[in-house]
């Protein structure tokens, strides 16, 4: 089986390239920067294509790894050269845009939008979330075929349609996101930022972990997701009145009124994950792996 990867010289599509490489597949990658692509073709040890329409000649799956700004942009330059024997598959963070933009250019073969929910510093695909979008009978049979082969090597897949993902993520992804980010810019600008190592507190290393990280990542692409996913504001105005309100109970010292709303809280969250409660031991190892 060959793979061609548009975008195979960018952080995740080199992580895809050495996962297939290492799984016995063909590889051959594509990319805008001549330097970075011959880079990763020598790093890989790939075949490079000069231009997306010559990757794409000859491969079983096409996988689509680029910026969302750039999507529409590539799935018109191969949507000409695509015939119907082949597999077109975008990884991009939002589905329902793409997937409209895949159905609209890609007149042959089949199309299917995935999501990894997991970036290039991830060791493998083992327990790892990945999320397939098919929209009809042949995207869904193709879908539970991929699921199978991804599954055999240890990740979760579900299935959604594309708009239920976008509202997905838009909690998943742009809230716990813009929590991060908020939160960074409210440390630095306090001045009180205290490195992890010397923070006796766990949840403050967890919560310094998840901005690390959140940081450590490209702007460009986080704000790209702010941008598109469907809820993200509806998410995250929701989020700055219950912060006002929180803040208020702590202002006023009306501490009757903030243990009754946490101990509401816990009795609701009880309900839809029972288990929640170990979530304290969880934090214990998170921090011990630090």
């Given amino acids: ?4 990867i548009i975008g195979g010289s960018g952080k995740m599509g080199r992580w895809l390239a050495d996962f297939l490489l290492k799984d016995g597949r063909e590889v051959v990658v594509t990319g805008r920067n001549s330097e970075k692509l011959l880079e990763a073709g020598r790093q890989l040890g790939v075949e490079t294509a000069a231009s997306n329409a010559e990757a794409v000649r000859g491969a079983d799956y096409v996988l689509i790894s680029v910026p969302i700004e750039s999507l529409e942009e590539v799935i018109r330059q191969i949507g000409p050269n695509i015939q119907s024997e082949q597999v077109v598959i975008d990884i991009t963070s939002t589905k329902a845009l793409p997937v409209e933009i895949m159905h ?8 299917l939008g995935a999501h990894p929910l997991f970036g290039p510093g991830a060791r493998g695909i083992a ?8 929209t009809s009978d042949k995207e869904g049979a193709l879908a539970q075929k991929i699921k199978n082969y991804l599954e ?12 239920e993902h976008d509202e997905t993520m838009s909690l998943v992804l742009g809230l716990s996101h813009f929590i991060a980010l908020v939160a960074a810019d409210t440390l630095l600008s306090s001045g009180k930022l205290k490195p992890m190592a010397a923070a006796g507190s766990s949840t403050y290393k967890v919560l310094l972990t ?4 959140v940081l450590s990542e490209d702007p460009e692409l986080y704000a790209s997701l702010q941008m598109s996913l469907p809820k993200v504001t509806e998410f ?7 912060t006002g309100e929180w803040a208020n109970l702590v202002a006023g010292k009306d501490r ?8 509401a809280m816990k009795d609701k969250l009880e309900k839809v994950a ?4 170990k979530s304290y031991e969880n934090v214990y190892r998170i921090v011990e792996g630090l």
């Fill in 256 to 263: 009757r009124e903030f243990i009754r709303r946490m101990k």
């Fill in 1 to 4: 089986m060959k793979v061609a």
């Fill in 104 to 111: 609209e250019h890609v007149k042959n073969g089949l199309v």
């Fill in 274 to 277: 029972p288990d929640f409660v």
């Fill in 127 to 134: 327990n790892k979330n990945i999320v397939l979008t098919p």
């Fill in 152 to 163: 055999t090597r240890g990740a979760r897949v579900t299935l959604m349609t594309p708009q």
């Fill in 236 to 242: 995250e105005k929701l989020f700055q009145k219950r």
């Fill in 210 to 213: 998840l901005i690390e990280s």
